[in-house]
């Protein structure tokens, strides 16, 4: 607003699109200015506070240039001064008066309500970021706050200035006219104050304004304004930016726009300034801009729509990463919370999130984000910034989980309970559960048969649809619970959007659904291609199916889809008019049935009435027909809806079948007659006599009456009985009970009423034996003193207990035979635990034996059994070690196998419970070898019948009959299993094994596992024949390629291309191989020259050599030399043409060719044309040549072998002079030392180039003595060096060679070494073997390219070295991985073990991949012994076996593996230094739960039954863990021992549960019944793993449930767990729990029980420093 009180009203781009004037509150008064603006939270309604006492708000409307109204206006006692609108207050303006009052302007009233009073000029007002406080500021400096809600009023600071420039977001901040800004916390305390008064620029603070989000401020000055950042990692306030603006004199307003992207700024001159604020910004993928216009809220703005979102942490926190799904769904990240919006919807949720950083996002849920993390689901609302709900499962397939939001029901805030909101999800493969969002409640619980594969909600979430892997489709009603089968072999299904019709495709047929409450109404659609999609839009709805080359569209009914939406948004209306014009098919009369129920259920009469009508339910059209006319009257007589007539009410109760609601309606209202009548209908006399009764009805008598005949007339005697009685009149009832054959009810109205008629008794008496109801009938006896027949009719009735009682008070000789009878009827009737004491009382022993072990009675059996002799004794004791042999308590079972004489069966016995070892030491023991490997053999022989071929394959190995088990898997054709048994047993035929395998497989066709066997048995190129053999030459080039080289590709794609040469596509097809050289050397084979020439032109030019090199020699062999000349010339090996014409003799051509093409070959010609003429013993025209060679020397040496010394001499002399002397001398000398002298004459006489020939012609042909060889060659070397510089080289590299032919290789290095040939001098090293002067020589050269290549070869070399030597100490340095290998060699762990004792990081090492191996085998005990004696790394790669060893030794529960985890645990935990991370707390999970298991075994070996039975009920809250059938067992079974019998009677009730459940898995969780009784304890009772078996067998499950039954019938025990005061809250709650679930108090777990430690009572342990109980200590 400006000076003359105009509005002016600018778009975001600061371009003015509107303006109105402001009016006086008077008319006419013109002299009034405007104090201050605020907008509405919406922004369609704009407050203006006047100096003339007045407040308007103005409709602004949501569209430029619509008119502007005053819509609300608050008059004032004195001037308005300052305003501010609060942001989540849309009804509430509050501002200050000039007479210091600060006023709420309630927008709804229109009236202004006085918050507050204060005694000084209000000067400016705030609110904060909640809008749920305020605070004012006042002339004298007073800072003022006020709670909106509470009405708390507080003055919070004094401030030294007027705090005109005062705002609040994290801080309070004012600042005035003393050039200081000062940041307040909410109770005034000073945070932080920055000090300008020493600055002469800084001028009076005039205005202040904070970010939405509370964390940046922008205060106006004179010419500038400030702008301050708040750091919440310091925590602090910092000076961001100083904004000088020349001539901008003071700042007089300041606002920010909603999201924080900009601040606009009025100053005293009129000009209005808009700034974006931002601290940076950034694209994303092209089509987003992300603006941080602060740490914590971030603007996106899509670029092609401009679309702008603006995303805020509530908390104050920096977003650090945002990333957009779809181009629609956004997901921010903070250090705690997590943001997620629909840019669509503009609807935003921020929730608490610390995730690992791998969440993944699924979107296909409308109005919810599922978020899977570590197996667990978390639901987001959008809008909501409470998680909506989570759920554990491992399933993340959109097509495996649902969740709907169902709004339809909710008209209002008051409405919002009726929303639903439902998720379906996998529990496991088979199992869904519907899970209810708002209350965290299962819905439903579905168990199916098969994998699911698909399930999807409807739009309502009230039906489920879901497929299994048979492709049979089934819907679930999740308001019934009963699921129904719609569809077989369904290969596509789906909901059609917002409806309740399904749409799926079995085969050639489209199944449509429009009504899914009657599923056999189905439309079909015959098609011929498969579904795509549904689409759905304004003009209808369309299956897309796609048949191939085309695609085509069945439109579906769209009224009856509307229908579907009409229903579940509640236009009933609506849904009448789509049904009216149909015809009336079965599909219409399911809708209109739906129609019916839905109005019925929202009490719309009339369309109740139509739909009946409309489906010919006569009945029920004409009883709405009748309420609605009752709707009517009431209506016209009371202007009230008829609905809410009672007689409406009680109608309609009476339709659906609830007449006791309709009664109590009616008789609310006195109207007993119309309740009467209704029953009158119904033909409930009882019912109108009770209401008779009740309200004294005149006619009560007669209707009594009526009713009594009545019941006579239709022979309902017991009825007319019950009248009678109730009117006092016993003997005519008992008459009439009788009649009706009764007598009990007789008899109990005697009892009841004690009646000493000794007529009626003898008359009942007799009535109750002739219906053998002897029990009754021995009482009434007894009553008429009556003993024998009483006796005897307790006796027939089998009522011994009673029979007793009177045998004891009249007959005691009839005792002993009486309990023998009790005993034998409860053996008849199962309850052998019961018989037991029966039998001991009349002396029959046997049979209490019998029982006892029927019974399950083992201890009482064994005691009784301890008084009968040996020979009786022996088959009972067998039965008990059977007994403890199938509870797996061996040593029990063996000490009584042993009394009974059962050796076989205790052997029997140890291997059925793969206890190898044992029943090997006790076979060894107590049998002879041959016994004990026939034995064995025999077991084995059993159990691979039984198929049990593991078991079987243990017994072999036991007596080393490694054979039998091959041949074992041989005949069961388990050959994988086969070959690991030869591989570890016989080695030397493993190869034979694999290739017999595989030729087995090849003539069965199997080429496949042929292939297999073949490459194991590295016989691969056998396999690539089988193909060839078969065509398969696709199979036989993979092969090649796998395991072969380029030769041995090329090879088979020849051969390939072979098959195809007289069909001329044989290149053809090694080229669409890619085999381009492969097809040139094929034609090359083929003589296809032109062919093989035009493809080395086009591909392969380089090969272009090699094909006219092929051609020259094909050439050649055709004897066409000149032409193969010139392709010789052509591929450019001339040589390869001189070579031929010389093998031809055609030394001229040759010569020719050479001096032209090859010069170098000159010599070499004219060398073999001398020996050609020497060959001849034409030595002149050798010569010849030798000297046109220029070699006298072989010319010399040629005369020499010819004896023709003469000639060698004229040679040497003419062409030679060098030679001379040897021609005279070395051809002399005979020895070794001789040419030493002689080459040593040659020295002295400075003949040096003769001496050193001389020298280096004593060779290893002439001595064996290599001292001298070595001295004479050195010599050479060192003449050479002197005298003969030219030849030095040569000489050194001929001595060298000839010092490595006689191992002197340090030598020859040294020769090497001396030229600058290291690699040649490091390679002596090496075959010497010594690798450090190698190392060092590498060192020395300073080409880092080749110091690299020397030294990787002297690594490689010495590492082969030091593996073929076996020394694995040096090779650790350089080879770890080949150091390890070569530990391992052997296979034996605990020697490589050993070996590496000494280093922690090889210990490491070589221990994971022991115990990995260990595990994977099944080894669990040899890998804890392994853990137990070499220690327990804490590093991850250990934890995996830790938790399969956790798993697996409580699954098993065995004492000494136990012990041995319980160790190693207690090392990893030692070893873990970080204990708040996830996996030491899992560790130390496990810990407890060993420990308690260790200290049960030590409990109930040393017979502390109080600790073993808490032990037993603190281990329940692990049967995650461990075995639940056994922990519960276990548990009631202790509880009944140490006479807890709530307890024991919990615990096995619930064992039998759980039993019943393990055997029908099919039931699954369903079967383990009601789980109250273990609500509000820590004991699971969801999700819990059941065992594959049963630990009892049937008979102590009918012991345990006779035993159940009968603690149910006695009322003394309480059927519930033993409770205890919480000490926090003192609720009571189950006695073992470690957390209050009402207020969530904690206890420590006591160290030897488990139990909570109470207070008072605790101790500490010394050593690990845990809790326990003093008393348990």
């Known amino acids: ?217 922008v205060i106006g000055n004179f010419n500038k304004f400030f702008v301050y950042g708040y750091n919440p990692k310091r925590p602090e306030w910092v000076e961001k930016l100083v904004k000088n603006i020349e001539n901008l004199y003071s700042v007089t307003a300041l606002c920010w726009k909603p999201d924080g992207s900009k601040v606009v700024l009025g100053s005293l001159c009129g000009s209005v300034d808009v700034f974006e604020i931002c601290l940076r910004k950034a694209r994303y993928k092209g089509k987003f801009e992300f603006t941080y216009v602060s740490i914590s809220q971030v603007i996106v703005k899509e670029l092609a729509s401009s679309l702008k979102v603006a995303i805020k942490s509530d908390f104050g926190l920096e977003i650090s990463k945002i990333n957009i799904y779809q181009d629609r769904y956004v997901v921010a990240h903070t250090a705690e919370t997590l943001l ?67 709004y339809s029901r909710v008209k209002s805030e008051e409405d919002y309970h009726l929303a639903i909101k439902i998720i379906a999800f996998l529990l496991d493969p088979h199992t869904i559960c519907v899970q209810d969002l708002k209350t965290g409640n299962s819905a439903a619980l579905i168990n199916h048969d098969a994998k699911i594969d698909f399930l999807e909600l409807n739009a309502s979430a009230t039906k489920l649809l879901y497929r299994d892997k048979r492709r049979q489709l089934m819907l679930y009603n999740i308001k019934t619970q009963t699921k129904s089968t719609l569809l077989q072999f369904c290969s596509y299904v789906q909901w059609v959007p917002n409806s309740d019709v399904v749409v799926a495709q079995s085969r050639n047929n489209l199944n449509v659904w429009y009504n899914i409450d009657d599923p056999d109404k189905v439309t079909v659609y015959n098609i011929k291609g498969e579904v795509e999609e549904i689409e759905r839009n304004k003009n209808g709805t369309e299956v897309i199916v796609n048949e191939g080359m085309s695609t085509v569209s069945y439109a579906l009914d769209e009224p009856l889809i509307e229908f579907g939406f009409a229903l579940e948004s509640r236009n009933l209306a609506r849904a009448v008019e789509i049904l009216e014009p149909l015809n009336n098919t079965p599909e219409i009369e399911a809708n209109w049935k739906a129609l019916a129920e839905i109005a019925l259920e929202e009490q719309n009469l009339r369309v109740a009435e139509q739909c009946y009508s409309a489906l010919g339910d006569v009945g029920k059209s004409r009883y709405l027909h009748k309420v609605n006319k009752l709707c009517d009257k009431h209506k016209a007589e009371t202007a009230q809806e008829g609905i809410q007539s009672y007689l409406v009410q009680a109608k309609l109760s009476a339709l659906e079948k609830q007449f006791h609601r309709a009664e109590a309606i009616l008789l609310d209202q006195n109207d007993v007659e119309e309740a009467m009548e209704m029953y009158q209908e119904l ?404 003589r296809n020259y032109d062919a093989a020439f035009r493809l080395a032109e086009a591909h392969c030019r380089h090969r272009l050599n090699d094909v006219h090199l092929s051609y020259a020699l094909y050439l050649e062999d055709e004897n066409r030399w000149k032409e193969a000349e010139e392709e010789f010339i052509k591929a450019g090996r001339a040589q390869e043409a001189v070579n031929m014409y010389e093998h031809q003799g055609d030394f ?289 790669a250990f934890f995996t076996i830790y938790k399969t060893l956790c798993v697996e030794v409580l699954a098993e529960c065995e004492d000494e593996e136990i012990y041995d985890l319980r160790t190693v645990l207690k090392l990893l935990l030692d070893n873990m230094y970080d204990r708040n991370s996830p996996i030491t707390k899992e560790f130390e999970r496990y810990f407890r739960i060993i420990q308690l298991l260790y200290l049960k075994n030590q409990c109930k070996n040393k017979n502390q039954r109080g600790l073993y039975t808490k032990i037993c009920v603190s281990l329940l809250r692990y049967t995650n863990e461990v075995r639940v059938d056994k922990a519960f067992y276990d548990a009631g079974v202790a509880c009944q021992e140490e006479g807890w019998l709530n307890m024991a009677f919990i615990f096995l009730n619930r064992y039998l549960d759980i039993a019943d459940a393990i055997q029908d898995p099919d039931t699954g969780a369903a079967a383990l019944g009601d789980n109250t009784d273990f609500e509000g304890t820590d004991i699971p009772t969801y999700n819990i793993p059941l065992p594959d078996n049963n630990i009892t067998d049937n008979d102590t499950r009918d012991r345990l449930r006779d035993w159940v039954l009968q603690v149910s019938m006695d009322h003394r025990v309480e059927q519930k767990l033993s409770t205890r005061h919480c000490d926090s809250c003192g609720v009571d709650i189950y006695i073992a729990n470690l957390q209050c679930p009402n207020c969530g108090f904690a206890w420590e777990p006591c160290l030897v029980t488990g139990f909570p430690v109470m207070r008072g009572s605790e101790v500490a342990c010394t050593n690990c420093d845990r809790p326990a109980n003093k008393n348990e200590w």
């Open 1 to 217: 607003s400006t000076a003359d009180r105009v509005v002016h009203l600018y778009d975001d781009q600061g371009e003015r699109k509107d303006k109105f004037p402001t009016r006086p509150a008077e008319k006419g008064q013109m002299s009034y200015v405007v104090r201050a603006l605020a907008f509405s939270p919406d922004s369609t309604r704009l407050a203006v506070a006047q100096s003339d006492n007045i407040v308007f708000v103005y409709k602004l409307g949501t569209e430029w240039g619509e008119k502007k109204s005053i819509c609300n206006k608050f008059p004032q006692s004195s001037a308005v001064t300052c305003m501010n609108w609060p942001r989540t207050k849309a009804h509430d303006i509050i501002f200050g008066l000039a007479e210091g009052k600060v006023k709420s302007g309630q927008v709804r009233s229109n009236k202004a309500a006085t918050l507050y009073s204060s005694e000084s000029y209000v000067v400016s007002v705030a609110s904060s970021i909640d809008g749920e406080t305020i605070i004012s500021g006042h002339l004298d400096g007073t800072i003022y706050r006020y709670t909106l809600e509470n009405h708390q009023l507080a003055k919070i600071v004094a401030h030294p200035s007027v705090p005109y420039a005062l705002d609040w977001g994290e801080h309070i901040c004012a600042a005035g006219n003393d050039g200081k800004v000062i940041f307040y916390t909410d109770d005034g305390n000073v945070f932080q104050r920055f000090d300008y008064s020493y600055d002469t620029s800084v001028k009076e603070f005039t205005v202040a304004a904070f970010n939405p989000a509370g964390d940046t401020i």
């Open 340 to 406: 997620l919006g629909d840019l669509e919807t503009s609807r935003l949720s921020e929730i608490q999130w610390r995730g690992s950083g791998k969440e993944k996002y699924d979107f296909s849920s409308p109005g919810v984000c599922m978020i899977f993390n570590a197996g667990e689901l978390t639901l987001v609302e959008y809008g909501s910034n409470e998680i909506l709900g989570t759920c554990r499962t491992e399933q993340m397939s959109p097509h495996l989980i649902s969740a709907r939001l169902n």
């Open 683 to 1086: 033909h409930r006399w009882d019912e109108i006599i009770n209401i008779a009764e009740k309200r004294k009805h005149p006619k009560l008598h007669d209707l009594k009456a009526n009713y009594f005949n009545w019941l006579l007339q239709t022979n309902q005697e017991e009825k007319a009985a019950e009248v009678k009685a109730r009117d006092g009149d016993y003997p005519g009832a008992i008459s009439l009970y009788l009649k009706g054959k009764l007598p009990a009810r007789a008899a109990a109205l005697v009892s009841k009423y004690n009646i000493n008629n000794s007529d009626i008794m003898e008359k009942i008496a007799s009535a109750l034996q002739a219906a053998e109801m002897h029990e009754k009938a021995g009482e009434f006896f007894e009553k008429l003193d009556m003993p024998e027949k009483a006796l005897e009719s307790y006796v027939k009735g089998n009522a011994y207990r009673k029979a007793v009682d009177l045998a004891r008070r009249n007959y005691p000789t009839y005792i002993a035979k009486l309990e023998e009878k009790w005993g034998d009827y409860l053996v008849s009737q199962k309850q052998m635990d019961a018989s037991v004491n029966h039998f001991i009382e009349a002396g029959a022993y046997q049979k209490a034996i019998e029982a006892a072990i029927n019974a399950r009675q083992w201890t009482k059996a064994v005691q009784l059994l301890g008084q009968q002799s040996q020979d009786v004794a022996k088959p009972y004791y067998k039965h008990i070690a059977k007994h403890y042999a199938d509870i797996r308590q061996l040593d029990q079972a063996e000490k009584f196998y042993m009394k009974a004489g059962a050796f076989n069966d205790v052997f029997e016995m140890l291997t059925s419970n793969n206890k190898w070892e044992q029943a090997y030491r006790f076979a060894c023991k107590n049998m002879p070898d041959t016994e004990v490997t026939l034995l064995y053999t025999k077991q084995a022989q059993k159990l691979e019948s039984e198929g049990l071929l593991k078991e079987a394959e243990k017994m072999y190995l036991t007596v080393n009959e490694a054979d039998l088990a091959i041949n074992m898997y041989k005949k069961a054709q388990q050959y994988d299993n086969m070959i690991k048994l030869v591989a570890k047993y016989r080695k030397d035929v493993l190869k034979e094994a694999h290739i017999s395998l595989a030729q087995q497989f090849d003539a069965d066709g199997k080429f496949k596992e042929a292939e297999h066997h073949f490459v194991e048995a590295g016989a691969w190129k056998m396999a690539v024949d089988i193909y060839r053999k078969k065509n398969m030459w696709d199979e036989a080039l993979r092969l090649a390629k796998a395991y072969g080289g380029p030769k041995e590709i090329a090879e088979v794609a020849r051969k390939w291309a072979e098959t195809h040469a007289g069909k001329g596509g044989g290149s053809d097809l090694l080229m669409k191989q890619g085999l381009v050289e492969a097809a040139l050397e094929f034609e090359v084979e083929q």
């Open 1148 to 1436: 001229y051509s040759a010569l020719r060719v050479a001096r032209q093409y090859a010069p170098d070959m000159v010599h070499e010609i004219l060398s073999s044309q001398a020996k050609y003429h020497i060959d001849r013993g034409e030595f002149q025209k050798a010569e010849q040549c030798l000297l046109a060679a220029k070699l006298p020397e072989k010319a010399v040496e040629m005369y020499a072998n010819a004896r023709m010394r003469n000639d060698a001499i004229r040679v040497a002399r003419d062409h030679a002079p060098h030679l001379v002397s040897k021609v005279t001398t070395i051809d002399e000398a005979t020895g070794a030392e001789d040419m030493k002298q002689t080459a040593r004459v040659l020295e002295q006489s400075r003949d040096y180039i003769k001496a050193i020939n001389a020298y280096l012609s004593i060779s290893q042909d002439v001595t064996n003595d290599f001292d001298l060889l070595e001295e004479v060659w050195e010599r050479a070397v060192q003449l050479a060096m002197t005298y003969d510089k030219d030849r030095c080289q040569q000489i050194i590299m001929l001595v060298s060679q000839r010092l490595k032919g006689i191992q002197r290789y340090d030598a020859a290095a040294d020769m090497y070494a001396g030229i600058g040939q290291y690699e040649e001098a490091i390679k002596c090293y090496i075959e010497g073997k010594d690798f450090k002067r190698a190392k060092e020589m590498v060192m020395s050269i300073k080409n880092t390219e080749i110091e690299a290549k020397l030294r990787n070869l002297v690594e490689n070399e010495e590492k082969k070295y030091l593996k073929g030597k076996g020394d694995y100490t040096s090779l650790m340095p350089l080879d770890r991985d080949g150091a390890r290998d070569l530990i391992l060699a052997g296979g034996d762990w605990e020697g490589a073990l050993e070996k590496v004792k000494g280093n922690p990081q090889m210990l490491s090492e070589i221990l994971l991949k022991c115990t990995t191996n260990m595990t994977e085998e099944g080894h669990f005990a040899q890998a804890l012994k392994i853990f137990s004696v070499y220690g327990s790394p804490a590093d991850p």
